[in-house]
Antibody, heavy 119, light 110 residues
Framework: QLQLRESGPGTMKPSETLSLTCIVSGGSISSTNYYWGWVRQPPGKGLEWIGN???????YYNPSLKSRVTISVDTSKNQFSLKLTSVTAADTAVYYC???????????WGQGTLVTVSS | QSVLTQPPSMSGTPGQRVTISCSGS????????VNWYQQLPGRAPKLLFY???QRPSGVPDRFSASKSGTSASLAISGLQSEDDADYYC???????????FGGGTRLSVL
């Protein structure tokens, strides 16, 4: 059974770069049938799509975040990553990684990791 | 303000049927498929429907989905206490070149 698990810093300061990794187990990230991606959810609010990547293709991002976001895949480690530069308090959210059986059909999801940006 | 519009909250009693709406436009629901998610309190979202009406294995057939024009809906029949959750619709938007979510509907089972 495919499982995803996010790892990240927990707390960070404004202007820093957020780095999150999603470790995929129980299946290969190199599968030709799926995309991989990130979604976030600010506390008490709705879901926001961040972006997706195919294992050997170009990523595509939410236009509102595109200037600050990078998503990459490491097939040797069966994981993919998110980098978000110049974070502010508005980036405080639970960040989820997910496999996409089509965009935007995400299944399954990781458990999520809370990232808090505070000075 | 979300691109896809859902009612913020709804309620029902056990056994009832409820329908959650999701309204969009020609650039999203009108030209692309709709997906639905269920998010139980404190949990990650779970895919309920993809490609408008396709139900992943494990999703009870009490749940059904439909799409017409620029709107979609999720119906839950025989409401149960475990259906108490947030529900989100999502679609690709051609104008924004990205995924858009509805603002979510908080369903309370009284």
């Amino acid at each position: 059974q495919l499982q995803l698990r996010e790892s990240g810093p927990g707390t960070m300061k404004p202007s820093e770069t957020l780095s999150l990794t999603c470790i995929v187990s129980g299946g290969s990230i190199s599968s030709t049938n799926y995309y991989w991606g990130w979604v976030r959810q600010p506390p008490g609010k709705g879901l926001e799509w961040i972006g997706n990547i195919y294992f050997n293709g170009s990523p595509y991002y939410n236009p509102s975040l595109k200037s600050r976001v990078t998503i990459s895949v490491d097939t040797s480690k069966n994981q993919f990553s998110l980098k978000l530069t110049s974070v502010t308090a508005a980036d405080t959210a639970v960040y989820y990684c997910a496999r996409f059986i089509g965009v935007p059909a995400a299944d399954p999801w990781g458990q999520g990791t809370l990232v808090t940006v505070s000075s | 303000q979300s691109v896809l519009t859902q009612p913020p909250s709804m309620s029902g009693t056990p056994g009832q049927r409820v329908t959650i709406s999701c309204s969009g436009s020609s650039s999203n629901i009108g030209s692309n498929t709709v997906n639905w998610y269920q998010q139980l309190p404190g949990r990650a979202p779970k895919l309920l429907f993809y490609t408008n009406t396709q139900r992943p294995s494990g999703v009870p057939d009490r749940f059904s989905a439909s799409k017409s024009g620029t709107s979609a809906s999720l119906a839950i029949s025989g409401l149960q206490s475990e259906d108490d959750a947030d529900y989100y619709c999502a679609a690709w938007d051609d104008n924004l070149s990205g995924v858009v979510f509805g603002g979510g509907t908080r369903l309370s089972v009284l």
